[in-house]
């Protein structure tokens, strides 16, 4: 079985450019809130890359250890309140919308982070 990853919309599609909405529609999504489990591979990838500001991909973060561990969140149940806290999307139980990994490891870093053990159960260095 192929990876799986999940991408929400966190931004709506008024006004913005037809190919990042068509990136967007690729993916599944039609509205804000929308959140679709897809495949993880590099075609779903280049329209999370085009439409980046659009859409996140769900992350789970363990703060409970020495460093926090970060797993792909695949829950089934749809949330559709998100919360923005200083421009990062949760839905305030400890899961987290990124596009870009920089961006996850910036959250990390400004918590006061050094490494992280990521989803394939490695350590990475920030």
Known sequence: MADKLKVKLVRGLAGK???HVQAVRALGLRKRGDERILDDDPRTWGN?????????????????GDIPVVERDLSEENDRKILVKNGVFTNGKGVYY???????????RKKGYTKYKNWKGEVVEI
């Open 48 to 64: 999370i890359k085009k439409a980046w500001y659009l859409v996140g991909v769900a992350y789970r973060i363990d703060f409970s």
């Open 98 to 108: 990124f596009s870009r990994i920089p961006d996850l490891e910036d959250f990390l």
């Open 17 to 19: 450019r037809e190919e």
